[in-house]
C-alpha cells in the first residue's frame, strides 16, 4: 500500500493540483523530482534510530525505487501527449 500511495497517488494528486492551479511547464520537472521520486535512502537509518520499523523502511526504498521507473516514464508520457510537459 505505501508503494502505490508514494509512486501513484501522491504525484497524481499533487501533479493534478499543480496543474489546476496553473504551473506551466517550467515548474513541471522541478515536481516531478519532488512528488514522483521514490524514498530516501537516508530515511533507513533514521527510521531504525527513532525506533520504528526499519526493515519496513528499507523494504519501501526497494520497492518504490524499483516501481518508480515505470511510473516516473508514465507520468512524463502523459503530460507530454496532453502538453503539460514540452520535451
Not at 533514521?46 to 511510473?71: C, H, P, Y
Amino acid at each position: 500500500m505505501g508503494v502505490l500511495v508514494r509512486t501513484i497517488l501522491c504525484p497524481l494528486i499533487c501533479l493534478s493540483a499543480a496543474y489546476m492551479l496553473g504551473f506551466g511547464s517550467l515548474e513541471f520537472p522541478a515536481l516531478f523530482a519532488f512528488y514522483g521520486t521514490p524514498l530516501a535512502v537516508s530515511t533507513v537509518p533514521k527510521s531504525s534510530e527513532m525506533g520504528n520499523d526499519g526493515e519496513l523502511t528499507g523494504q519501501l526504498v526497494v520497492w518504490t525505487t524499483l516501481v518508480s521507473a515505470f511510473t516516473l516514464f508514465g507520468i512524463i508520457f502523459a503530460c507530454a501527449q496532453h502538453g503539460i510537459l514540452k520535451v
